[in-house]
């Protein structure tokens, strides 16, 4: 992917969020199972379901929870790429958004 596209992408998602696409933030993957469950429903997705993709993981554009966690801090961003490296999403994202996939 072209840093333009890249940079489509990351508007496009953005654009998403703001226009309030309503996202599965809740419940947070507490265990591995859990987390393996969210992980194979995204599988399960064509993978260019964009949507599909941001409801599953529970997108959001804004730091989250009580401990106001940001994909910033998740052991899957990639810093200068504003990239999430988790195979099953592998889209651009911005420091301060959050996804319930986050892990540190």
């Keep these: 992917m ?11 998602i953005a654009e998403m969020l ?6 599965t933030t809740e419940p947070f993957p507490e265990t591995d199972k859990e987390f393996a469950d969210i992980l194979a429903d995204l599988r399960r997705l064509d993978p260019d379901d ?3 993709k941001l409801v599953i993981s529970g997108f959001v554009d804004h730091p989250y929870g ?3 966690q ?3 801090e ?8 504003r990239w999430c ?6 889209v ?13």
């Design 2 to 12: 072209t840093a333009g596209e890249t940079q489509a992408l990351l508007e496009t």
């Design 18 to 23: 703001a226009n309030g696409l309503e996202t």
């Design 50 to 52: 964009l949507e599909g």
């Design 66 to 68: 009580p401990d106001r």
């Design 70 to 72: 940001r994909c910033m």
């Design 74 to 81: 998740c052991m899957y961003y990639l810093v200068h790429r």
């Design 85 to 90: 490296d988790l195979p099953e999403l592998a």
């Design 92 to 104: 651009p994202v911005e420091p301060d958004w959050w996804c319930r996939l986050w892990r540190i």
